[in-house]
């Protein structure tokens, strides 16, 4: 029996449509758009308007040569033969760019033959139905083509995408061909990272979360990404997004992915506009900045020279675009679409309107996600779902507002001062954020969108920004709930400021851990594991790991020190004792050190006690704000067989992700537990953590703060012929729930200062 075989690529209407039919300038001019629940609701809207009988939400589906073309229209009406696409909009219609009607009509029209070949018609009626969802009113565009016209319309867009499409099916053979046979990069694995990458390739099997702790110098950006890439093509993924906290993770995972000689795979660095832009002077769009004017006309030979290359890095892009006369950061994100391997911030995956997360969505991709040095990731979310606003901002704006906006802003300042006007003290929390101030801003916010839509240049900066943080603002307001805190701190000169403070972060990722096909989390500090899975909201299948460290007791020393205090309240007492406990190791062992403390006032008094009692001890300091370059200065100083201390801020830049092998480090400092300040906020949340966990003090203080130790000790141990030193100072260091959360590999032990002969 003959069968027909399968097309090679499928391919949605919008993604075929925004492929071959887009054109003109990038214009990103701030026009208030519709929310995706507004737009669901506009959707439902229209249709629920339609007499009985009306069709809604209809697949379709065709196959042209290699492609499969799929995607459901919005509505059809049987009785007058009319197929509508519906698109949900605010303000007035005539501001809407060009080149968007031209994408919409590009669409409907591959609707409209789908539908007609679907039900065998001759001719169709086409409506684009533009929804404004403040008045709720339609207008309603409509033409009328035969079948043969539109069938001319489908095959035309289906012979601009049909190249590309047999080039990516090509690229994905290939690809798949090299992963099946892609061997590990080194002659053998690291102690410890085996087991790693066992554990990723079966989380990736099973389509499960896994929590790996696996500690620093195994190669864990390897250790992870070889094994996804050999399940990849049995799983028939579509992507890869290795995800980290910071630019060195970035470099770290471009470095091993070139390691692997994973060639012809594509991989796509994500950096932040700020960083990208060739021109932060001017604004995105085509009457400002030149790389934006005709964006769209330039971007197909843009896009097919950057995809000549298998590893598409910042340097990269930014040269291909140089070359083509288009927007680096904006060609990057367009990248992301045909990239295997996308190497990016957090945020671009589980922020409230991350990118790569739509992006999966929107497209079915069946991804894989990696999360480097996931201990960050609690904070991270917990930023990305906390929202502010500062009532002096509120004031500076409202003074310069637009006075169509007056009134509405008198409102919000009302309900403000009525919110805050019997608190005495300065920082005060509340079950849940006033419900007159949130009608407020939801009414400032609608009119301010309105007013943009009709007016876009009539808001100077301080507004829009405003206006932003409103949007930002009642959004995390519909999601308030226990996993929160609403506060108000009055600053100098009775000023507030609003905070709906994210403490627990996981009712918000719970989702994003839900898309992906597997989501891997590691780290060498996530213990408690349970404290991770909590906040995290990770899936109760979850597997976790520990991997065994490579790294044996006699490669570190570690002194706990028992009769020295670094409580706030015992700080001038503890600083010439910890300058003199450096200065004597130093004399004992030559070298280059780190030294952590819990601030940069610490910091200070102890760096500049040394310098007094031993000036012959070289010694360099971590600043507040400091630059990239600033950075990789005072990591230069650390060379190897080098000597001198280097003064850092515990849980800050030189805290973890460095690496400083050999002689370039060969002990550390450590002058604090690391436990996040006492203070009410932090009061507030351990109570919230309370409520949630039963473990207040721990989930809030300990855990957090002993894992910054464990990360900045991680510094100095960095290879299997690494030796070292590190001394824990503070009387709690010696406490059995303290020892219980340092890694099991260490031998601590207990001594006074006096014990090492350096009093």
């Known amino acids: 029996m003959h069968t027909v075989p399968e097309p090679a690529y499928t391919v949605a209407v919008r993604a075929l449509c925004e492929f071959t039919a887009k054109q003109g300038d990038l214009d990103l001019r701030f026009t208030p758009a519709p929310t995706a629940q507004e737009g669901i609701a506009g959707h439902i809207t229209v249709t629920n308007r339609r007499p009985a009988g009306y069709l809604k939400e209809i697949s379709l589906t065709q196959d042209f040569g290699p492609l499969r073309v799929r995607g459901r229209a919005d509505g059809f009406d049987p009785a007058r033969n009319r197929l509508e696409e519906i698109k949900t909009h605010r303000g007035r219609l005539e501001t809407m760019p060009q080149n968007h009607r031209h994408l919409h009509w590009a669409q409907a029209r591959v609707y409209a033959h789908l539908m007609c070949e679907s039900r065998g018609l001759n001719r169709i009626e086409i409506a684009l139905v533009y929804f404004d969802i403040v008045d709720q009113k339609e207008m309603v565009i409509v033409e009328t083509e035969t079948a043969a016209q539109l ?105 091993a992915l070139a390691t692997l000689h994973a060639s012809p795979l594509r991989v796509v660095e994500l950096v932040a506009r700020d960083k990208a ?27 097919a020279a950057a995809l000549k290359h298998a590893q598409l890095d910042r340097a990269t892009v930014a040269t291909v675009a140089r070359e083509h006369d288009v927007c680096p950061y904006y060609l990057s994100q367009e990248l992301s679409r045909w990239a295997d391997v996308i190497v990016g911030d957090y945020n671009y995956y589980f922020d409230t309107s991350a990118m790569l997360f739509a992006l999966a969505e929107a497209n079915r991709w069946r991804v894989s996600v990696l999360v480097d040095e996931a201990h960050n990731l609690v904070d991270r979310a917990r930023g990305m779902y906390t929202a502010s606003l500062d009532r002096a901002a509120f004031n500076a704006m409202r003074r310069g507002a637009p006075a169509m906006l007056k009134r509405v802003l008198n409102r919000v300042a009302r309900a403000w001062s009525e919110a805050s006007r019997d608190q005495r003290i300065e920082y005060a929390a509340y079950p849940e954020p006033p419900e007159a101030l949130l009608s407020a801003l939801s009414q400032a916010v609608s009119q301010m969108t309105e007013a943009l839509a009709d007016h876009p240049d009539a808001f100077t900066p301080d507004t829009l920004r405003f206006y932003f943080d409103a949007v930002h603002f009642t959004r995390i307001a519909e999601r308030f709930g226990a996993h929160s805190i609403f506060d108000v701190t009055l600053t100098h000169q009775r000023n507030t400021v609003l905070c709906l403070r994210n403490v627990i972060p996981a009712p918000h990722l719970q989702a994003r851990f839900a898309r992906a096909h597997n989501v891997a989390l590691f780290s060498a500090t996530l213990t408690p594991a349970h404290f991770y899975a909590d906040t995290l909201g990770l899936p109760e299948t979850t597997v976790r790991i520990d991997v065994d460290s490579p790294f044996s007791a006699d490669q570190l020393d570690v002194h706990a020190i028992a009769d020295i205090s670094t409580r706030y309240r015992d700080r001038a007492q503890s600083i010439e004792r910890i300058a003199d406990m450096i200065a004597a190791q130093y004399a004992r062992a030559p070298g280059n050190y780190l030294s952590f403390f819990s601030s940069f006032e610490y910091l200070a008094q102890v760096s500049a006690a040394l310098a007094e009692r031993h000036p012959n001890v070289p010694c360099w300091l971590q600043s507040r704000a400091m630059s990239e370059a600033a950075q990789q200065a005072f990591l230069a100083r650390f060379e190897p067989d080098g000597r001198g201390i280097g003064f850092a801020v515990l849980g800050g830049a030189f805290g973890e992700a460095i690496d400083l092998p050999g002689t370039r480090l060969i002990g550390a400092f450590v002058a604090t537990l690391g436990l996040p300040q006492l203070n009410p906020v932090n009061e507030q949340m351990k109570t919230r953590m309370h409520d949630a966990f039963g473990e207040g003090y721990a989930y809030t203080y300990l855990f957090p703060g002993l894992q910054k130790v464990v990360q900045a000790a991680g510094r100095v141990i960095r290879g299997p012929e690494d030796r070292g030193v590190l001394f824990l100072i503070d009387d709690r260091f010696t406490r059995a729930e303290v020892l219980r959360l340092l890694p099991a590999w260490w031998r601590v032990q207990i001594v006074r200062q006096h014990d090492l002969r350096i009093a």
């Open 151 to 255: 069938k001319a319309h489908f095959e035309a867009q289906c012979e601009r995408f049909i190249a590309w499409a047999e080039q990516e099916i090509a690229h994905r053979t290939s690809r798949d061909s090299a992963l099946n046979a892609l061997a590990f990069p080194h002659a053998d694995f690291r102690a410890g990272q085996r087991a790693l990458a066992e554990a990723i390739y079966r989380s990736a099997i099973s389509s499960r979360c896994l929590m790996a702790q696996a500690p620093t110098g195994i190669g864990k950006t390897v250790g992870t990404l070889f094994p996804l890439l050999k399940a990849w093509p049995k799983q028939q993924l579509d992507k890869i997004y290795f995800l980290t906290a910071k630019s060195a993770g970035r470099q770290l995972a471009l470095d």
């Open 277 to 303: 832009c060739e021109y932060p002077d001017r604004a995105c769009h085509g009457e400002s900045c030149p790389l934006a004017q005709g964006f769209y006309d330039r971007l197909p030979s843009a896009r």
